[in-house]
């Protein structure tokens, strides 16, 4: 039996200056086992060491939560054996628009950290705690105010609604007052927050932000709740993390700003507003930590700019703990001030909001703020739940005495408290949305997989909110009260699909939400103009809306607060006097241009409904007309702040697209991401206009969650784009320059000819502030490794993009096991990246670490299954085994993508060998002659190999002898079309390639075999004419040797035959080769192969006489 040595893996080295994470890495692999001869025994297969079973095998589901199950071990798995058509209805993708389900949510969970941590800790609920009178009424308050209301910002006052008999009641009486007002800032400073949050706990060095703040509210409760005051205790942690949610919104989405500027003929400068608060005194320590300062190579002494942020006040400042923010603010005013606190905490905040390797924004305001608002009510919507980190890193320390402490039975009170509430559910679906948007996953690569453990966590809170008010019908004594809250929340839940970027977008929740809000719309064309010296009257497209009446009288709102959302508006005659667009479209019939009053939710409703246009279709003329129909509507009315300032931001985006309106739709984009300040601006020229012409905090926030106004980085962001766009690169770089987009920094320079000016931006901002984005920014424009090290240093070691950018370039300087040490923490961090693990993948076939290989390639295959080159390393590693049988599906797979590759053909034919899958081993021959002759010879396509032709032919043959034996009519029927493109095969090969001897002799094997004699006659004298040509073939012994042989079989069919005409033929033939071979031995004694050839000849002339 003839056998074939494997070879050394062929993989990209890396070196090549173009190379990227697309370089093809497949490992030409040959391998024993197969069988050439008619005779011999097969090499078995090895067992293979990392082969799992069915049980065991991956979901794409589990694939998607990967991060949710990071202590998981381990496993390698077989791709031979994975289902590819089972899991194309994954719930995380297909099953977005639906409701969610408890049972879907629980199945996306994924396997938790050990016990030891708090995720193991369930607490259950007391079951004899019932509400008292007070606590009735502090229910019916709660539902009355924190859910969705029709009649929400003009509820009778909160004293009024509490009553005079409720003294129990005075401190959640007086944080509902602060909410109200909008006080956040306050309500964070009140004595229930300090003392919720005012001290240090003992040993929490060990212990995570999350777990210290979740330890705290445990401790609190048994410190200050009994059965009597549990629902209160309950309330009050509910609006003190409503209060941080709204605060952090405020800062970073809709604004005003805390940092009011100072106004000429004030200079004092006052304590900063969140000064106590930002954060509590458990984070004291913390808090004044400072980043070690990086060595004096990385950041050169350059000027700082204007933006670099003031010194430390004095810590003796006065606090105002218990002074109203809009009080504390109003003689003197805080000049603007990026932070009040160190770059050291930021970015340890931060580390706690990464989210399956995800980083959060690094420019956002108080991120502190959403981390407490997040442990607080994530703690109050699941207290019978452990509860899940949201983050890859392993929850560190032992919590359960911590938790629960020496009384158990505060543990189940405050569990029990806390499920008699009704919203907080919602306020945690509304934190967990927050979070997601302000994870920086770039739009362009953001395919929806991204953050999945966040995912899992918004379909499980969004399903019990859908639970208790959408699918129940009695959750209100109003049946309108329970349609609008249906409809808030679904309207919610859509958009929460939308930002998670989830199959769908939300479509199938936005249409339930305009069902149980009862309003009937319309998209329909009239007739009408569009300009102002328009006369001919062309279809427009209309939309037309009815609301339920009640509802839309209940929203009405007052002239002067009407006037002043409505100055939000840049108008087409603010920019220029030649303006041609009308303001609105004017249509023919009068009826057209009167609209019903729809209210604020209705509003919300149809905002989404544009937004589903844009996410259904795609962006041209069309769509953007549709669009702006449904824009138009929502700007008809001027109600809600926040509501129509979206409005007008979306007519922007769509206005870019236009020459006639590019210019007032830059400029209303900058109007209102101007607003969020309370600076002197271009479009904020005025005093009056920052204090007087604004709306408040609370009115803004109001009904924030309903709409998708970007937040202000957003807003930044996408406006450096279009300026971009439009060729202002230079502006472009100084708004990504704020909002720390580096990488679109450089590009912007470039462009702009100003390359050295990218790097010196980074080190003057490096000067000012260390982040691991900047410090990664400046290892990619120097390709020094030492940023990307002080990067993972500043991000306690959760900055992917930096153990992906110290890989690569270890990868490129040919350091193998570093570079793979380094992908290899990054993929622990994030674990969808599938180019990396590919990258992975080659390296390890580099360093033949197979079970690594085999693992990286499982991955990108199951990421990205249309992901061919993966297919074929797959494969490759499995032929290196000697596992033809799982090598197998492999290949196909790798061919279904591309057939194109004619390693993955030429491995396909080795593996069908091994197998005895003839028939597609021959199909595997005729691919790779059919690519050689339409390839040039420097692609380096290989001829077939004499010894894989011979393994076809006799394996072919051996089946059909085996079933003629065996008398298997079926078998024999399928040996002889086998044997049909065999011959076939071999005709092609003689046709296309040139040919040597071999071929001639296997040719003549074949039809021998068949009894195809006059065939078989036929090859043997091609292949003696063909070795005859063959120049000094007599003076080689084996090229001699196949002439004897030859010669033998060409007489065995002269003697055959026996007329004198064929004898003599055979007398010439040997006559001829005898002399030749005679001839090289001159003065020597005849050889072996001489004297047969004179016995055959001697044989011939004697049966001639």
Same mark, same amino acid.
């Given at each position: +039996?003839?056998?074939?040595?494997?070879?050394?893996?062929?993989?990209?080295?890396?070196?090549?200056?173009?190379?990227?994470?697309?370089?093809?890495?497949?490992?030409?692999?040959?391998?024993?086992?197969?069988?050439?001869?008619?005779?011999?025994?097969?090499?078995?297969?090895?067992?293979?060491?990392?082969?799992? @079973? =069915?049980?065991?095998?991956?979901?794409?589901?589990?694939?998607?939560?990967?991060?949710?199950?990071?202590?998981?071990?381990?496993?390698?798995?077989?791709?031979?054996?994975?289902?590819?058509?089972?899991?194309?209805?994954?719930?995380?993708?297909?099953?977005? =628009?639906?409701?969610?389900?408890?049972?879907?949510?629980?199945?996306?969970?994924?396997?938790?950290?050990?016990?030891?941590?708090?995720?193991?800790?369930?607490?259950?609920? =007391?079951?004899?705690?019932?509400?008292?009178? !007070?606590?009735?009424?502090?229910?019916?308050?709660?539902?009355?105010?924190?859910?969705?209301?029709?009649?929400?910002?003009?509820?009778?006052?909160?004293?009024?609604?509490?009553?005079?008999?409720?003294?129990?009641?005075?401190?959640?009486?007086?944080?509902?007052?602060?909410?109200?007002?909008?006080?956040?800032?306050? +309500?964070?400073?009140?004595?229930?927050?300090?003392?919720?949050?005012?001290?240090?706990?003992?040993?929490?060095?060990?212990?995570?932000?999350?777990?210290?703040?979740?330890?705290?509210?445990?401790?609190?409760? !048994?410190?200050?709740?009994?059965?009597?005051?549990?629902?209160?205790?309950?309330?009050?942690?509910?609006?003190? %993390?409503?209060?941080?949610?709204?605060?952090?919104?405020?800062?970073?989405?809709?604004?005003?700003?805390?940092?009011?500027?100072?106004?000429?003929?004030?200079?004092?400068?006052?304590?900063?507003?969140?000064?106590?608060?930002?954060?509590?005194?458990?984070?004291?320590?913390?808090?004044?930590?400072?980043?070690?300062?990086?060595?004096?190579?990385?950041?050169?002494?350059?000027?700082?700019?204007?933006?670099?942020?003031?010194?430390?006040?004095?810590?003796?400042?006065?606090?105002?703990?218990?002074?109203?923010?809009?009080?504390?603010?109003?003689?003197?005013?805080?000049?603007?001030?990026?932070?009040?606190?160190?770059?050291?905490?930021?970015?340890?905040?931060?580390?706690?909001?990464?989210?399956?390797?995800?980083?959060?924004?690094?420019?956002?305001?108080?991120?502190?703020?959403?981390?407490?608002?997040?442990?607080?009510?994530?703690?109050?919507?699941?207290?019978?739940?452990?509860?899940?980190?949201?983050?890859?890193?392993?929850?560190?320390?032992?919590?359960?005495?911590?938790?629960?402490?020496?009384?158990?039975?505060?543990?189940?009170?405050?569990?029990?408290?806390?499920?008699?509430?009704?919203?907080?559910?919602?306020?945690?679906?509304?934190?967990?949305?927050?979070?997601?948007?302000?994870?920086?996953?770039?739009?362009?690569?953001?395919?929806?997989?991204?953050?999945?453990?966040?995912?899992?966590?918004?379909?499980?809170?969004?399903?019990?909110?859908?639970?208790?008010?959408?699918?129940?019908?009695?959750?209100?004594?109003?049946?309108?009260?329970?349609?609008?809250?249906?409809?808030?929340?679904?309207?919610?839940? %859509?958009?929460?699909?939308?930002?998670?970027?989830?199959?769908?977008?939300?479509?199938?929740?936005?249409?339930?939400?305009?069902?149980?809000?009862?309003?009937?719309?319309?998209?329909?064309? *009239?007739?009408?103009?569009?300009?102002?010296?328009?006369?001919?009257?062309?279809?427009?497209?209309?939309?037309?809306?009815?609301?339920?009446?009640?509802? !839309?009288?209940?929203?009405?709102?007052?002239?002067?607060?009407?006037?002043?959302?409505?100055?939000?508006?840049?108008?087409?005659?603010?920019?220029?006097? =030649? *303006?041609?667009?009308?303001?609105?479209?004017?249509?023919?019939?009068?009826?057209?241009?009167?609209?019903?009053?729809?209210?604020?939710?209705?509003?919300?409703?149809?905002?989404?409904?544009?937004?589903?246009?844009?996410?259904?279709?795609?962006?041209?003329?069309?769509?953007?007309?549709?669009?702006?129909?449904?824009?138009?509507?929502?700007?008809?009315?001027?109600?809600?702040?926040?509501?129509?300032?979206?409005?007008?931001?979306?007519?922007?985006?769509?206005?870019?697209?236009?020459?006639?309106?590019?210019?007032?739709?830059?400029?209303?984009?900058? *109007?209102?991401?101007?607003?969020?300040?309370?600076?002197?601006?271009?479009?904020?020229?005025?005093?009056?206009?920052?204090?007087?012409?604004?709306?408040?905090?609370?009115?803004?926030?109001?009904?924030?969650?309903?709409?998708?106004?970007?937040?202000?980085?957003?807003?930044?962001?996408?406006? *450096?784009?279009?300026?971009?766009?439009?060729?202002?690169?230079?502006?472009?770089?100084?708004?990504?320059?704020?909002?720390?987009?580096?990488?679109?920094?450089?590009?912007?320079?470039?462009?702009?000819?100003?390359?050295?000016?990218?790097?010196?931006?980074?080190?003057?901002?490096?000067?000012?502030?260390?982040?691991?984005? +900047?410090?990664?920014?400046?290892?990619?424009?120097?390709?020094?490794?030492?940023?990307?090290?002080?990067?993972?240093?500043?991000?306690?070691?959760?900055?992917?993009?930096?153990?992906?950018?110290?890989?690569?370039?270890?990868?490129?300087? %040919?350091?193998?096991?570093?570079?793979?040490?380094?992908?290899?923490?990054?993929?622990?961090?994030?674990?969808?990246?599938?180019?990396?693990?590919?990258?992975?993948?080659?390296?390890? +076939?580099?360093?033949?670490?197979?079970?690594?290989?085999?693992?990286?390639?499982?991955?990108?295959?199951?990421?990205?299954?249309?992901?061919?080159?993966?297919?074929?390393?797959?494969?490759?590693?499995?032929?290196?085994?000697?596992?033809?049988?799982?090598?197998?599906?492999?290949?196909?797979?790798?061919?279904?993508?591309?057939?194109?590759?004619?390693?993955?053909?030429?491995?396909?034919?080795?593996?069908?060998?091994?197998?005895?899958?003839?028939?597609?081993?021959?199909?595997?021959?005729?691919?790779?002659?059919?690519?050689?002759?339409?390839?040039?010879?420097?692609?380096?396509?290989?001829?077939?190999?004499?010894?894989?032709?011979?393994?076809?032919?006799?394996?072919?043959?051996?089946?059909?002898?085996?079933?003629?034996?065996?008398?298997?009519?079926?078998?024999?029927?399928? @040996?002889?079309?086998?044997?049909?493109?065999?011959?076939?095969?071999?005709?092609?090969?003689?046709?296309?390639?040139?040919?040597?001897?071999?071929?001639?002799?296997?040719?003549?094997?074949?039809?021998?075999?068949?009894?195809?004699?006059?065939?078989?006659?036929?090859?043997?004298?091609?292949?003696?004419?063909?070795?005859?040509?063959?120049? %000094?073939?007599?003076?080689?012994?084996?090229?001699?040797?196949?002439?004897?042989?030859?010669?033998?079989?060409?007489?065995?069919?002269?003697?055959?035959?026996?007329?004198?005409?064929?004898?003599?033929?055979?007398?010439?033939?040997?006559?001829?080769?005898?002399?030749?071979?005679?001839?090289?031995?001159?003065?020597?004694?005849?050889?072996?192969?001489?004297?047969?050839?004179?016995?055959?000849?001697?044989?011939?002339?004697?049966?001639?006489?």
């Amino acid at each position: +039996m003839m056998t074939m040595s494997a070879a050394v893996p062929q993989v990209h080295n890396g070196n090549d200056s173009d190379s990227d994470d697309s370089d093809i890495a497949f490992a030409y692999l040959d391998f024993g086992g197969v069988d050439f001869g008619e005779d011999g025994e097969e090499v078995k297969e090895e067992s293979n060491p990392s082969k799992i @079973s =069915d049980a065991d095998k991956p979901t794409r589901e589990e694939v998607a939560a990967a991060n949710a199950a990071a202590n998981a071990p381990a496993v390698v798995e077989q791709v031979a054996n994975l289902d590819l058509n089972a899991s194309e209805s994954d719930a995380t993708n297909n099953a977005s =628009d639906d409701l969610p389900t408890a049972s879907t949510a629980q199945n996306n969970l994924g396997s938790q950290p050990d016990n030891s941590s708090l995720d193991s800790l369930t607490i259950v609920p =007391d079951p004899n705690l019932v509400p008292s009178k !007070a606590d009735e009424l502090l229910l019916d308050i709660e539902k009355e105010r924190l859910l969705p209301h029709p009649l929400s910002g003009k509820q009778e006052p909160v004293d009024v609604a509490f009553g005079d008999d409720c003294s129990e009641l005075n401190n959640v009486k007086s944080l509902f007052n602060l909410l109200e007002n909008g006080q956040y800032a306050d +309500m964070l400073r009140s004595q229930i927050a300090l003392d919720l949050f005012g001290t240090e706990i003992d040993g929490s060095d060990e212990l995570s932000m999350v777990e210290q703040i979740k330890s705290k509210i445990l401790a609190y409760f !048994a410190a200050k709740a009994t059965s009597e005051s549990a629902i209160a205790k309950c309330q009050e942690l509910e609006l003190i %993390g409503i209060a941080s949610l709204n605060l952090f919104l405020q800062l970073n989405y809709c604004g005003p700003s805390m940092d009011r500027g100072i106004k000429p003929e004030e200079g004092e400068v006052a304590a900063h507003p969140l000064d106590g608060i930002n954060p509590h005194g458990m984070f004291e320590s913390l808090a004044k930590k400072e980043n070690e300062k990086a060595p004096s190579t990385f950041v050169s002494p350059l000027p700082l700019s204007a933006s670099t942020p003031i010194p430390e006040e004095d810590e003796s400042a006065p606090e105002g703990d218990n002074v109203p923010s809009n009080q504390a603010t109003e003689t003197v005013i805080v000049p603007l001030k990026e932070t009040n606190t160190t770059n050291y905490f930021h970015n340890a905040v931060l580390s706690e909001l990464a989210a399956d390797g995800e980083w959060p924004f690094q420019v956002c305001a108080a991120p502190y703020f959403l981390l407490l608002a997040r442990s607080i009510l994530s703690t109050l919507a699941e207290p019978t739940s452990p509860f899940r980190w949201w983050s890859s890193a392993k929850p560190s320390g032992n919590l359960v005495d911590a938790l629960t402490g020496s009384n158990e039975s505060s543990a189940s009170m405050f569990a029990a408290g806390a499920s008699h509430l009704s919203s907080t559910s919602h306020w945690s679906a509304r934190a967990i949305v927050a979070h997601r948007r302000l994870i920086s996953t770039r739009r362009d690569d953001d395919d929806g997989e991204a953050c999945p453990t966040l995912w899992n966590e918004a379909e499980r809170t969004f399903s019990r909110c859908i639970n208790d008010f959408c699918d129940n019908e009695t959750a209100f004594k109003d049946s309108e009260r329970n349609a609008f809250v249906a409809s808030a929340i679904m309207l919610e839940w %859509g958009l929460a699909q939308h930002h998670f970027r989830k199959s769908g977008r939300g479509k199938a929740s936005f249409n339930k939400a305009l069902e149980y809000s009862k309003l009937e719309v319309e998209v329909t064309g *009239a007739d009408g103009v569009r300009t102002k010296y328009q006369t001919k009257m062309t279809a427009q497209y209309l939309v037309r809306a009815k609301p339920n009446v009640s509802e !839309a009288d209940g929203n009405d709102t007052d002239a002067k607060n009407k006037a002043h959302v409505e100055k939000q508006m840049i108008k087409h005659d603010d920019v220029s006097d =030649d *303006a041609l667009l009308l303001e609105k479209i004017r249509f023919e019939n009068a009826d057209d241009n009167v609209h019903f009053n729809l209210s604020i939710r209705d509003q919300s409703i149809l905002l989404a409904l544009c937004l589903d246009v844009k996410n259904d279709n795609p962006m041209d003329g069309l769509t953007g007309m549709q669009m702006f129909a449904y824009l138009a509507r929502v700007l008809n009315q001027h109600d809600d702040w926040m509501v129509y300032a979206t409005g007008l931001l979306e007519r922007a985006w769509l206005e870019c697209e236009r020459t006639h309106g590019r210019e007032r739709a830059i400029l209303q984009i900058q *109007a209102l991401a101007d607003q969020h300040s309370n600076r002197l601006t271009l479009t904020q020229s005025t005093f009056k206009s920052v204090e007087e012409d604004s709306a408040p905090a609370q009115d803004r926030l109001r009904h924030l969650h309903g709409i998708v106004y970007p937040p202000r980085w957003d807003m930044l962001r996408d406006l *450096a784009e279009r300026y971009a766009k439009l060729g202002i690169v230079t502006s472009a770089a100084e708004l990504f320059e704020e909002i720390e987009l580096w990488d679109d920094v450089v590009e912007c320079y470039r462009i702009a000819g100003k390359s050295n000016k990218a790097e010196e931006v980074v080190r003057a901002r490096l000067a000012e502030k260390e982040t691991p984005s +900047m410090y990664a920014a400046l290892g990619d424009i120097t390709n020094d490794p030492k940023c990307f090290e002080r990067s993972l240093e500043l991000s306690h070691g959760k900055y992917y993009d930096s153990h992906v950018a110290l890989g690569k370039y270890y990868f490129d300087k %040919g350091d193998m096991k570093t570079a793979l040490k380094h992908f290899l923490d990054g993929l622990e961090i994030k674990p969808l990246l599938p180019a990396v693990w590919f990258r992975v993948g080659t390296i390890s +076939m580099q360093l033949k670490e197979w079970d690594t290989a085999l693992k990286a390639f499982t991955e990108v295959v199951q990421q990205e299954p249309e992901e061919g080159d993966a297919w074929a390393n797959v494969a490759a590693i499995h032929i290196h085994r000697r596992n033809a049988a799982e090598a197998y599906p492999a290949l196909l797979e790798s061919l279904k993508q591309n057939r194109n590759n004619w390693r993955v053909w030429h491995s396909k034919l080795y593996t069908c060998i091994d197998l005895k899958k003839y028939d597609e081993a021959i199909q595997a021959c005729v691919e790779l002659i059919n690519l050689k002759a339409r390839r040039n010879a420097k692609e380096g396509v290989e001829t077939l190999e004499e010894k894989c032709v011979r393994a076809i032919v006799g394996g072919t043959v051996r089946k059909y002898q085996e079933a003629r034996e065996a008398k298997d009519e079926i078998g024999i029927d399928s @040996s002889k079309r086998t044997l049909v493109r065999v011959r076939e095969l071999l005709d092609k090969i003689e046709s296309s390639t040139k040919i040597e001897p071999w071929f001639y002799e296997l040719s003549a094997h074949f039809n021998d075999e068949l009894g195809w004699e006059e065939e078989c006659f036929n090859d043997l004298m091609k292949e003696y004419r063909t070795l005859n040509s063959a120049k %000094g073939w007599e003076e080689d012994s084996v090229k001699v040797g196949k002439m004897v042989t030859l010669m033998r079989d060409i007489s065995k069919h002269h003697k055959k035959i026996g007329t004198k005409e064929s004898l003599t033929k055979a007398k010439f033939l040997l006559n001829g080769v005898v002399k030749k071979v005679r001839s090289a031995y001159n003065y020597t004694e005849p050889s072996k192969e001489a004297e047969e050839l004179d016995a055959l000849l001697l044989e011939v002339k004697q049966l001639l006489e």
